[in-house]
Structure formats: structure tokens, C-alpha cells
């Protein structure tokens, strides 16, 4: 499987900060926010990466991730010279995935929990239709919003209701089977002239082979797309590394982890981080010193 890391758009909601600077590349607690998605496509064995951006921010991305050898995956870039939808991002990359099974991460979400790993791993491998994560919010208006039938199978997919039937948001995280390419091309612009991911997934649904994934209280989603929720997924990561010693959407611990690269790649990586807390914790990692 081939994964998508999309990191377009113009961050209105986070101006001025963001006239500078591409969203996806402003720090949360102690790392750039494009790690955080990004090992969450590690953390599902994905190491065929499209990372796709404005023609502006693209040069910063490539400069920050380089071919991804330093993590042990393959990156490649393309272009969104408009942002036109989450979907159009199958659009962009369609040659790119060569009709694989693809996965799309936004780059502005943050996931975190327990058995996350086997949870990603799993939709990875399923070989036929859609796998997506639902998350309980309390203003489920502002999202995708899935319900369920009485026996616990998703039953709609609306986009931002204005009633909604359910508290359980779609997160940023997508994987589909090899035919995502051609089912995006049947998609038209919305009202507000974008190729809604909400209607590919229905597409997926109405085919009775969208799987919802419900994440539990064990298990932390956040959006980090305005000045608000930046601040709390910097504190989350701060909170959640200082209490307990372990890493959120660190790559290169995943890389090492996973046995991406080796002991000698993660000390070099370390000794380039300085005398930073990140650089520290990753070189105890690679001498065996944390668990």
C-alpha cells in the first residue's frame, strides 16, 4: 500500500502565522506538524510516501524530509496549485499511485493511543473497500459525521450537518482499496467547489464496503488547524512526553522501532538534533538506554 500525506491549503484559520509559512510546517510542542502524520502512515508500514503541497511551501517540504532515507521510507512531491478538495488529492497523485491501494493522512491531524499501531496495520492489509477512524466530539458539526444503524454498522456520512445524527467525527486518516483513483474521478464539486472526501467515502458506503474504525477513550484525535487546537495538541505532546518518557509522532523512533533503519542512522539523527530534549531521548533509544 502507498500512502498520501497532504499538506495543501492556505491556513486562513491560522493567519498571520501562516502568511510566512505553510500550516504543516509550524512546530507543535517540539516537532514540525507534517511528523505528526507522517508516522502515522509509518506506524501503519507504509514507506511509499506522496507528500503533496502548494508550489509555494513544496521547496520547504523537500528541504525538511529530503527522500525520506534518513527515516527509512521513500518520499515523492507533486503540486496542488489550488486547493480543490481532500479528494483531489487521489486526482493529483493518480499516476503516482498507479492503481494501488492508497491511504491519505492529513497533515494537520494528530492521532495518538493504545493499540493505534494494530489499528492502522489492520485497515492497511484489508484488501477490498475503505477503512476510516470515527472519534466522539462534542461539535460534531464542524466534521464529516457518520451514523450508525441499530446494529453498529455506519448507515450516513454528511459533511459538517446542521442536525447531526451522531457525535462521531471522521478523522483525517483514509485507506482505500485500488480502485480510490477511479471512484474520485466520478466525483463532482460540492456547493462550495470542492471534491468532498465525505463523498467518496459515502460512495464507499453506499457499496456496502466502508469500514468505521471507532477509536476509544484510549486514543486521542486532534486538529491542528487553528490557533486553539494548536495550542492543545502542543500541550498534549508536552504533557503526554514529559509525564511519561515516550515519544508522539516521532519518525525516527518509528523508523527504529520498526526496523526502518538502524542503531548507527538513529545516533547520527541524534547528534544533529544538539543538545535538544528530542535529540537526548533518541540517542538513549538508539544506545538501548529507553525502552
Known sequence: MKGILLAGGSGTRLHPMTLAASKQLLPVYDKPMVYYPLSTLMLAEIRDILVISTPEDLPQFRRLLGTGERFGV???????PRPEGIAQAFLIGRDWIGGEAC??????????????????????????????????????????VVSFDQSGRPAEIVEKPAAPLSNWAVTGVYFYDRQVSDIARQIRPSARGELEITELNQ???????????????GCAWLDAGTPDSLLQAATFVQTIQSRTGML??????????????????LRDQARAMGKTELGRVLMELAEGEHA
Request: glycine share 8%.
Open 74 to 80: 521513500q518520499f515523492s512531491y507533486a503540486e496542488q
Open 103 to 144: 491511504a491519505l493522512v492529513l497533515g494537520d491531524n494528530l492521532v495518538h493511543g493504545d493499540h493505534l499501531s494494530a489499528l492502522l496495520r489492520a485497515a492497511a492489509t484489508r484488501p477490498e473497500g475503505a477503512t476510516v477512524f470515527a472519534y466522539q466530539v462534542r461539535d460534531p458539526e464542524r466534521y464529516g
Open 203 to 217: 460512495i464507499y458506503l453506499e457499496a456496502g464496503v466502508l469500514h468505521v474504525e471507532r477509536l476509544s477513550r
Open 248 to 265: 508522539v509522532g516521532c519518525p525516527e523512533e518509528v523508523a527504529f522501532r520498526k526496523g526502518y533503519i538502524d542503531a548507527a542512522t
